[in-house]
C-alpha cells in the first residue's frame, strides 16, 4: 500500500508529525503467507521445487560455461591456491575467547577462512568441471562437519551454559549457522555426483548435518527470538537467517511433507519481518546491516517467485519497492553513506539484492544504482559460492544495464524519522546533510537524538563516529559506556551538564518537515531524549540547508526551568579546524560560524584504536565543544557552516 504523502501547498511541502516514530497499521499482514497459500492451495509446492531445481542447475551449468575465459582463469587459480590449504585446527580455547577475553574476532577470522578455502574448492570445481579439487574440498567439508556446532561465540550465549563451549544439547541457529547450511547444501546440489564418485559417505553426511543443524531445529522451535513467531519486533537476524534456511531447504533433498511444513513456517516467520517494517521502507539499523536485512528478504521472494514460474509475485506492494528505494535515498558520494546507529560510513553494498529490487519492480533507477554498486566493487564477484552464484543469476544483466548513481535532491522518511537534502540532484557536489529523530532504543542503538551529519563536496566534515570492532562489550548492559554510542561523541548538545538516556521513551518529538526547491528545513523537540534530571521545557533544533546561499544553518532554541551546568554543543570533525573570532575553518572545504560572546571553543583530539574506526576516519578525529559562557533559563543558538 503506497505511503501517504505530504500534503503540497503551491510548491512548498509541509509535514508535522506530533509525536515519535511511528508504524503505518494500513499495510497488508502476512502478506508472504497469504500469496505462498493462494498458490499452493491446490498445487503441490514440492513438484514446483523439483522442475525448479532440475531448471536452476541447467541454467547455472549454461551460466558458468558462458564466464570468460578470465573470469574462469581467476577462479581456477584461486581454487589452486585454496588446494594447497593445510587445513589449520579450530581449538577450543579460540572459541572460548569471546568467553574470558570478549573477543570473538580471531575465531571468526580463522572460521571464515576454512568455509572461505571451501567456496573456492567448490567454485574451483564447478567451473573446471573436473575431479581436481575434489579430495581436498571434501577434507574442508569433513572438517566443518565434524564442528560441535555452527553458531558463532558470541551467539552461542542462548544456551542454558550461557558463553561457553557449545552444549551438547544445544541446538540454535544464528546468522552463521544459517548461512553455513545454505552454502553446504548449494556445494552439493552443483557437485552432488562428483561427491558422490568420491565418497559414497559424504552426501548421507551432508543431509544428515543439514537435518541435524538446520531443518530439525527450525521445524522444532518457535522461540528463537529472530523467528518473530510469538510477537515482538525483529530485526536482521529474521530476514538473513530466514532466506538462508529456505535456500537451504531448496537446494536439500527432503521429504514432500519436510518441505511443505518448513517452507510454510519459514514464510511465515518472514512475515513478522515485514509485517513491523515502516511504510516508508527505512531500515532503522542503517544501510550496512540492510544487506542482511530487505536486502536478504528479497533473496527469498526472488525464489518463491522462480520457483511457482512467476505465479507468485510481489510487485503491486509498495512497501517492498520502498524497501529497496531506501538503498539510494542513504547513499552520499562514492563509498559514503548516511551511518546513524551501528552502521558503517564506508560501505559497498550488494549490487544483486539491489539488482533483485530494480528487477521486481521494473526500476530503473535502482537498477542503474545496483550496477553503479558493481562498478564500485570493481565488478569483484567474492570468494563465497553463495555470492557467487547469486550474482551469476543476474551478472549478464547486471553489466548490460548503465550504471548511475541517482543523488536525489531529497529523502524524507518520516516512519523512521531520517531525513537528507544536498545542494543539487544528481551530483555529490556541494553540501549534504543527513539528520535524525526517532527513539532511543532503537535496533544496534546509540543515544543520538538530533544528530545530523554534513558532507562537502561527497566527503565527510561533521561525523557520525559509528561502530568499533564489536566485543562482548557492544551487545551487553555496558553497551553506553562506550564512548561512540554516547550522545556527546554526536553532534547532539550536553544541557545541563546531562547527556541523552538509552530506552525507547528517550525520543524525539514534535517533528516538522518544510521542502522547498532551494531550501529544506527539518526541526525536533529534543527535550524527552534527556532525564528529567536536565530540567528541559523545550530544545528545539532546526536544521536548514539554504541552496541559493549555500549554506547548512542549525538553531538551538530552548528553555529550561533551571540552570545547573552549562550547555555545550557537540560536534565530531574528521578535520582539526582552525580558530578565529566566531569561526572554525576546516581546511579549504568550509567554515562554521558561530557567536562568540556566547560561546567558548574546546577541541578534544581522540586517538582512534579500533581498526574499523581507522579505516572509515583515519588515525584521529575532533570533539568540538561550543561551550556556552552563560548559564541561562532561555536563549537560542546557532551555527552556520559555509562552503568555500
Not at 9 to 16: D, M, P, Q, R, Y
Not at 39 to 55: E, G, I, S, T
Not at 490 to 516: M, V, W
Request: positive net charge.
Amino acid at each position: 500500500m503506497a505511503m501517504r504523502r505530504p500534503k503540497l501547498l503551491i510548491g512548498l511541502s509541509i509535514v508535522l508529525f506530533l509525536g515519535i516514530a511511528f508504524k503505518s497499521d494500513a499495510q497488508e499482514k502476512n502478506y508472504i503467507t497469504k500469496k505462498f497459500n493462494e498458490r499452493y492451495h491446490q498445487a503441490a509446492f514440492d513438484k514446483d521445487v523439483a522442475q525448479w531445481r532440475m531448471n536452476e542447475l541447467t541454467d547455472l551449468r549454461r551460466k558458468i560455461n558462458s564466464l570468460s575465459a578470465a573470469q574462469k582463469a581467476y577462479y581456477i587459480n584461486l581454487a589452486n591456491k585454496a588446494n594447497e590449504y593445510d587445513w589449520p585446527s579450530i581449538t577450543a580455547a579460540l572459541y572460548l575467547d569471546y568467553k574470558h577475553k570478549g573477543q570473538r574476532v580471531a575465531f571468526e577470522n580463522l572460521h571464515n577462512k576454512r568455509q572461505e578455502m571451501i567456496s573456492l574448492l567448490a567454485i574451483g570445481a564447478i567451473i573446471s568441471d573436473d575431479d581436481t579439487y575434489i579430495p581436498q574440498l571434501v577434507n574442508g567439508l569433513w572438517l566443518l562437519l565434524e564442528e560441535s556446532t555452527w553458531v558463532a561465540p558470541a551467539h552461542i550465549v542462548v544456551q542454558k551454559q550461557g558463553a561457553d563451549l557449545p552444549a551438547v544439547s544445544t541446538s540454535y541457529i544464528d546468522l552463521h549457522a544459517s548461512r553455513t547450511g545454505y552454502r553446504v547444501a548449494l556445494i552439493q546440489f552443483l557437485l552432488k555426483d562428483k561427491l558422490e564418485k568420491y565418497s559414497r559417505v559424504v552426501n548421507q553426511r551432508i543431509a544428515a548435518e543439514l537435518d541435524k543443524r538446520i531443518i530439525q531445529p527450525y521445524l522444532t522451535n518457535d522461540k528463537f527470538f529472530w523467528m518473530g513467531l510469538n510477537g515482538g519486533i525483529v530485526n536482521n537476524w529474521n530476514a538473513f537467517n530466514n532466506a538462508n534456511c529456505f535456500n537451504a531447504l531448496i537446494y536439500s533433498q527432503v521429504s514432500a511433507d519436510t518441505l511443505q511444513q518448513l517452507a510454510q513456517k519459514i514464510i511465515l516467520s518472514s512475515d513478522a519481518f515485514l509485517n513491523h517494517y515502516p511504510a516508508d521502507g527505512g531500515c532503522d539499523e542503517g544501510p550496512s546491516y540492510w544487506d542482511m536485512a530487505g536486502g536478504r528478504l528479497i533473496n527469498l521472494l526472488d525464489q518463491l517467485k522462480a520457483i511457482s514460474a512467476n505465479q507468485i509475485d510481489f510487485a503491486e506492494n509498495q512497501l517492498l519497492h520502498n524497501m529497496g528505494s531506501y538503498t539510494y535515498k542513504m547513499h552520499i558520494s562514492d563509498k559514503f553513506y548516511t551511518n546513524f546507529a551501528d552502521a558503517h560510513a564506508i560501505y559497498t553494498q550488494n549490487p544483486v539484492s539491489i539488482f533483485q529490487y530494480g528487477l521486481m519492480f521494473n526500476d530503473e533507477k535502482l537498477k542503474e544504482y545496483a550496477a553503479f554498486v558493481f562498478e564500485q566493487r570493481r565488478q569483484e564477484w567474492g570468494n563465497d559460492i553463495v555470492d557467487f552464484v547469486e550474482l551469476l543469476k543476474v551478472h549478464q544483466k547486471l553489466i548490460a544495464t548503465p550504471a548511475k548513481a541517482p543523488y536525489p535532491k531529497r529523502t524524507s522518511l518520516p516512519n523512521l524519522q531520517v531525513f537528507t537534502g544536498r545542494q543539487q540532484e544528481g551530483s555529490d557536489k556541494g553540501l549534504f546533510f543527513a539528520i535524525k529523530g526517532g527513539h532511543n532504543n532503537e535496533s544496534h542503538n546509540h543515544n543520538d537524538i538530533g544528530n545530523f551529519i554534513v558532507y562537502v563536496d561527497g566527503n565527510p566534515l561533521l561525523i557520525d563516529v559509528g561502530v568499533g570492532t564489536y566485543t562482548a562489550k557492544t551487545f551487553s548492559k555496558q553497551r553506553y559506556e562506550i564512548w561512540n554510542v554516547q550522545s556527546n561523541w554526536h553532534n547532539c548538545p550536553t544541557i545541563n551538564g546531562f547527556e541523552q538516556k538509552d530506552g525507547r521513551k528517550y525520543a524525539a518529538s514534535k517533528l516538522n518537515e518544510i521542502h522547498q526547491d532551494n531550501l529544506e528545513q527539518i526541526s525536533m523537540d529534543l527535550s524527552k531524549a534527556y532525564p528529567t534530571e536536565a530540567a528541559i521545557n523545550y530544545w528545539n533544533r532546526e536544521m536548514i540547508l539554504n541552496r541559493s546561499k549555500k549554506q547548512i544553518s542549525v538553531t538551538d532554541q530552548f528553555e529550561l526551568n533551571k540552570t545547573v551546568k552549562n550547555n555545550e554543543l557537540n560536534y565530531i570533525a574528521v578535520i582539526k579546524p582552525t580558530i578565529t573570532t566566531g569561526k572554525l575553518n576546516f581546511g579549504n572545504k568550509a567554515t562554521l560560524q558561530f557567536d562568540a560572546s556566547k560561546f567558548d571553543v574546546v577541541i578534544n583530539p581522540k586517538m582512534m584504536d579500533d581498526d574499523r574506526l581507522i579505516k572509515a576516519w583515519g588515525n584521529q578525529i575532533y570533539q568540538i565543544k561550543l561551550v556556552a559562557k552563560k548559564k541561562l533559563l532561555k536563549d537560542n543558538y546557532q551555527i552556520t557552516i559555509k562552503q568555500y
